[in-house]
């Protein structure tokens, strides 16, 4: 079974700065994959960033970036030059290939911007 | 871009009542899920739907839970007997092929309904 876990409940950073979300997962299956989904108020799941773990180099999306320890499988978020629109909870997830269609979600991790 | 829409936003309705969930996939997406995540909680995989059968569902999917796609565009969640504890924001979700996820094909959400049992 694929268990995600988010270690921060809540995180806060100041707008231009730096933030490192945490997340770690299990699993068993050897070719899989690693998200961040970003969930403002409105409730809807964006994705941000996605990593095959084939992949040795970590994906980058402009301001988003990750780092992927696959050993320690560990899956973390860092976001530069926060903005006020950065606010949301942030939700890691994981899906593997062998015969599971689904999604598997950590609890999340509120993140605020402050001015 | 294209989107997944969801129909109602919000719904409510009382506790022993069924409710249908409405979701418009993207045209040429094939596989179609539904994930429901409980206030202040994760989100869960509810079930996953292709070539008009399903193809895995979870523990929560229980026989209360029905999916259909009735006219080729529409897919829906029906909830047969509503319990307190359905009350969650209900996500539809598709993809253009299965395991789209791994050939570069993003997993599309919709905006999600809002279901509370009262």
């Known amino acids: 079974a694929q268990t995600v876990t988010q270690s921060q409940p809540e995180m806060s950073v100041q707008e231009a700065e730096t933030v490192t979300l945490s997340c770690t997962y299990d699993?068993?299956?050897?070719?899989?994959?690693l998200f961040w989904y970003k969930q403002p108020p409105s409730r809807q799941m964006i994705l941000v960033i996605r990593?095959?773990?084939?992949?040795?180099q970590n994906a980058t999306e402009n301001r988003f970036s990750v780092n992927f320890q696959k050993a320690a499988k560990s899956f973390s978020l860092k976001i530069s030059d926060s903005q006020l629109g950065d606010a949301a909870m942030y939700f890691c997830a994981t899906y593997s290939q062998g015969g599971s269609e689904k999604l598997v979600f950590g609890k999340g991790t509120k993140l605020t911007v402050n001015p | 871009e294209p989107e997944v829409t969801q129909t109602p936003s919000h719904q409510v309705t009382q506790m022993g009542q069924e409710v249908i969930l409405r979701c418009v996939p993207i045209s040429n997406h094939l596989y179609f899920y539904w994930y429901r995540q409980i206030l202040g909680q994760k989100v869960e995989f509810l079930v996953s739907f292709y070539n008009n059968e399903i193809s895995e569902k979870s523990e929560i999917f229980d026989d209360q839970f029905s999916v259909e796609r009735p006219d080729g565009s529409n897919f829906t969640l029906k909830i047969r007997s509503t319990k307190l504890e359905d009350s969650a924001m209900y996500f539809c979700?598709?993809?253009?092929?299965?395991?789209?996820?791994?050939?570069?094909?993003?997993?599309?959400f919709g905006s999600g309904t809002q279901l509370s049992v009262l």
């Open positions: 979700a598709s993809s253009e092929a299965g395991g789209g996820l791994i050939i570069g094909e993003k997993l599309f």
């Open positions: 990593q095959e773990a084939y992949k040795q």
């Open positions: 699993t068993s299956e050897s070719d899989y994959y």
